[in-house]
Structures are given as C-alpha cells and as structure tokens.
C-alpha cells in the first residue's frame, strides 16, 4: 500500500509538473498511473477473495451466489476506476455514463438473486 501511495504521490506531481508545459503528455501519464495503480488494486484483491472463498465455505452460501457477489465488485470498481479516469481526461459526460451502464449492468446481475428472494418469501408465505 506504501507502494502505490508513493507511486500517486510521485505520478500526480509529475502530471501537474509536466501539464502546465505539455498538457497531452500530463494528462498521458495521469491515464498511465492510474491504470497502473489499477493494476496493483486487483493484484491485491487476490487475497480479498481468498478470504471471501474461506467465509463462503464455512456458512454455506451457494457458490452461485458468491460469483454473483463478486461480479459485483468488479462492476463497481471497474465503473469507479474508468468513470475517474475519463473524468481526469476532461470527458465528464463520458464518465457519467459509464457510471449509468455500470448502475444498470448491477441492476441486470442482480436479478437472480432477487428472484431468489422473491422465491423464498413466497414459499415461506405458503
């Protein structure tokens, strides 16, 4: 985490350094670092879902569900992490929208566990 703190740290003062004279190449090495610290931000979540395998299999919740639950997650981030950067690149509208398909791309995921749901309180009300 240091790591990648420092990388920011470092990236984000270059790019302010650098756009006041060249600003395609400030806003270049904004998109570079921030795929970059991307990168290491699922090479951490590895051990994330490790940890989520291991409280999966002691409660029992169906493996289907926690693909679901985990599909997620990478919608979220993914939205999140694309959203921010066209946001850096000066394409605001852009980013809205890919935080709309992300929103209806959860919404469509989802589904299956609603209907779960839906199925369970029925046969609980008979």
Known sequence: MIQ????GIIASLA????KSIRPEIG???GLVSGMILA???LNEMREVLEVFETIRSYSGIPK???QILLKLIGISFLC???SNLCRDAGQETIGKQIELIGK???????VPIFQAFLETVQELLG
Not at 4 to 7: E, Y
Not at 104 to 110: D, E, N, P, Q, T
């Open 64 to 66: 289907s569900y926690f």
């Open 39 to 41: 990168g290491y931000a």
């Open 80 to 82: 999140e992490i694309t």
């Open 27 to 29: 806003l270049a090495i």
């Open 4 to 7: 990648a703190a420092l990388f």
């Open 104 to 110: 209806l791309s959860i919404l469509a995921v989802s």
């Open 15 to 18: 790019a302010m350094k650098i």
